[in-house]
């Protein structure tokens, strides 16, 4: 069983940049692939990154690509965002999610889901 939880989000003007935190408890966590997802009101969840379970691999959204890097320290099970140059178009509640395998995550699957952290960028 793993349980995520995130921190991180906030206000914060366009331009600025945040990171967010998704920690784990659970002894595997560090053999599972993570993923980052974004829903702003009244839109879908949208696939944000991804990184593999030894951070050796990591995928990005197009809208979020160069601006947005995904790292993970297992030895603290936690998986971080770090967001720079965000727009005010980046605001959505962020949550992270879990899965054995790189290629679920990335199709928006995931065994484990934090509750997420609220992100607002003011332009």
């Known amino acids: 069983q793993v349980q995520l939880v995130e921190s991180g989000g906030g206000l914060v003007q366009a331009g600025g940049s945040l990171r967010l935190s998704c920690a784990a408890s659970?002894?595997?966590?560090?053999?599972?692939?993570s993923g980052w997802f974004r829903q702003a009101p009244g839109k879908e969840r949208e696939f944000v990154a991804a990184?593999?379970?030894?951070?050796?691999?990591?995928l990005y959204a197009d809208s979020v690509k160069g601006r947005f890097t995904a790292v993970r320290d297992n030895n603290k099970n936690t998986v971080y965002l770090q967001m720079n140059s965000l727009k005010p178009e980046d605001t959505a509640v962020y949550c992270c999610?879990?899965?054995?395998?790189?290629?679920?995550?990335?199709?928006?699957?995931?065994?484990?889901w934090g509750q997420g952290t609220q992100v607002t960028v003011s332009s």
């Open positions: 999610a879990a899965h054995r395998a790189f290629s679920t995550v990335v199709a928006g699957g995931g065994d484990y």
């Open positions: 659970g002894r595997t966590f560090n053999s599972y692939a």
């Open positions: 990184i593999s379970w030894n951070g050796g691999r990591t």
